[in-house]
């Protein structure tokens, strides 16, 4: 069953491209409007030389982990201490209702004006597409924590920073782990759109600078990588979870 | 009563006490004006901004109205197409295993590096940015609408077919009506990520629409004017997705009554 479903996918994939190849190849005849998967293979690696590809693939990496980073961690402290002490939740709440329905891409200008184009700017952009869906979910994850489980700890004698520490915030980890996934998904398409807009390097850069030269196969090429390296990422990080966090909790 | 009103004094008092020390940082010369204008001078850039507009003149309102219209030609472009091909592949079990690697893939895929390939398709126009939005759309609605099918409680399936109904009438009569909250679900989902791409896509090729206000009042370092466009992208999401919320509750009553019982 289980191998019949991947072969399954298999052939709907294979089938996908060949259709494109085919459809590109004597449909529309211009690899310049409509490359077909083979030509943007070809020409990408026929023109840039591999350790670019790797550098630019590393730098996008190295950007979407330090805002990741940055906006998981700070999302993880502030959202767990507005889920636990009021007084936290009740400062922060105007602050993050008013910040946080704006799209983490209308953050790209201000902090252009605020880091200038450097790497601070896009790392912050990023850090603003993690933090916000990460704390939602952290304060979420503690509040919807049973009272129950609670009582029984201080019945238990487990009060104050270790009732926090040993029972609500393992209590709450199953939400804040969708919270980092969401928030990670999140992050990396707004560092391609940064990147887009603003760069020197990067898989974002790599796919804007090709079709300024007219070489839209490496486009294509482009975000072939940008979906791999996305979809790769993203399982690693529900395995971490799985080890982790799965360990009490059945997902 | 003193907690209740604690909870709604102590948020205004915080935010009244940010945006007072931001003032007064701004007057004492700490904050530079190009970085940090000074809360009083936004209230006045968004009132010129709603009255005489920016850039040429053109206002908030015309900025708003552009940029939802776009927003809402990508999103129900999307979810006529979706819907359908969705709904198709979730009760094909076959076709879901054979699309589902490619869905993943496409999902992965950062809307906004389709930039490149939507211009040259279809120019640096409304098409292009249509094109995005759709793109971005439509993978979430197509996943939704599969999970939608999936989803269905083959309890109910089952019980159509011993009371002799047809597939075509199980489809209209039970699937359908089933999966609708799922669907209207995943249309707020596909909206709200119809307001993530259109802050990108706005931001090259014109000068209207609320992305391209932010953007565009950069290059003239007008930083008040970016703020305020971005706290109008904020409370306009806002708004539309408060009423899209309104609306699903009274169009499926009978999915939030089974939310409640269930919490």
Request: hydrophobic share 55%; aromatic share 10%.
């Amino acid at each position: 069953m289980k191998f019949a479903e991947r072969f399954a996918g298999l052939i709907g994939v294979v089938l996908f491209l060949g259709l494109w190849e085919i459809a590109a190849r004597f449909g529309w005849r211009n690899p310049a409007i409509m490359p077909a998967p083979s030509q943007a293979v070809w020409m990408a690696l026929a023109t840039i030389p591999p350790l670019t590809l790797i550098e630019h693939v590393a730098i996008s990496l190295w950007r979407i982990l330090a805002g990741f980073a940055l906006g998981a961690s700070a999302g993880v402290a502030l959202g767990i201490a507005a889920g636990w002490y009021r007084p936290v939740a009740l400062i922060s709440r105007p602050f993050v209702e008013i910040l946080r329905p704006i799209p983490p891409l209308a953050w790209i200008p201000i902090a252009i004006v605020w880091f200038g184009l450097g790497e601070p700017s896009k790392i912050f952009v990023i850090f603003l597409g993690t933090f916000f869906p990460v704390f939602t979910s952290a304060t979420r994850g503690m509040a919807s924590i049973h009272p129950s489980i609670l009582r029984a700890a201080r019945t238990m004698d487990v009060d104050g920073v270790r009732l926090l520490a040993k029972v609500a915030v393992p209590a709450a980890m199953p939400d804040i782990a969708t919270g980092l996934r969401i928030g990670f998904g999140l992050g990396f398409g707004v560092l391609v759109a940064a990147e887009l807009i603003a760069a020197g390097r990067g898989m974002g850069h790599l796919v804007m600078e090709a079709r300024q030269l007219g070489q839209l196969g490496i486009s294509v090429f482009g975000i072939f990588l940008i979906g791999l390296v996305n979809l790769v990422a993203d399982q690693q990080l529900a395995a971490a979870i799985r080890r982790t966090v799965g360990r009490w909790h059945r997902f | 009563m003193r907690s209740r009103l604690a909870e709604w004094l102590v948020p205004i008092g915080a935010l009244a006490l940010f945006l007072a020390l931001w003032e007064f940082a701004a007057a004492a010369g700490w904050l530079r004006p190009i970085q940090f204008p000074p809360p009083s001078k936004l209230a006045r850039t968004a009132v010129t901004l709603a009255f005489d507009g920016f850039p040429e003149g053109i206002t908030l309102w015309v900025h708003a109205g552009i940029t939802i219209q776009r927003i809402l030609a990508g999103h129900i472009l999307a979810v006529a197409l979706a819907v359908p091909l969705g709904l198709l592949t979730g009760s094909r079990p076959l076709l879901d295993q054979m699309t589902a690697p490619i869905v993943a893939f496409c999902r992965s895929v950062a809307t906004l590096s389709l930039l490149p390939l939507a211009i040259v398709w279809f120019g640096t126009g409304e098409g292009a940015k249509i094109f995005l939005i759709g793109y971005g759309c439509f993978w979430v609605m197509f996943s939704s609408s599969i999970a939608a099918v999936k989803l269905v409680d083959p309890v109910l399936i089952r019980a159509a077919r011993t009371m002799d109904a047809d597939e075509k009438t199980i489809f209209r009569q039970v699937i359908l009506p089933a999966s609708l909250p799922r669907l209207l679900s995943g249309a707020r989902v596909a909206l709200g990520v119809g307001f993530m791409v259109i802050v990108g896509a706005e931001m090259i090729g014109t000068i209207r629409g609320l992305g391209s206000l932010i953007m565009e009042a950069r290059t003239f370092y007008r930083t008040d004017i970016t703020m305020v466009g971005m706290l109008c992208i904020g409370a306009f999401g806002l708004c539309v997705m408060f009423a899209l919320a309104r609306i699903e509750a009274w169009l499926v009553p009978w999915q939030a009554k089974q939310e409640a019982q269930q919490q």
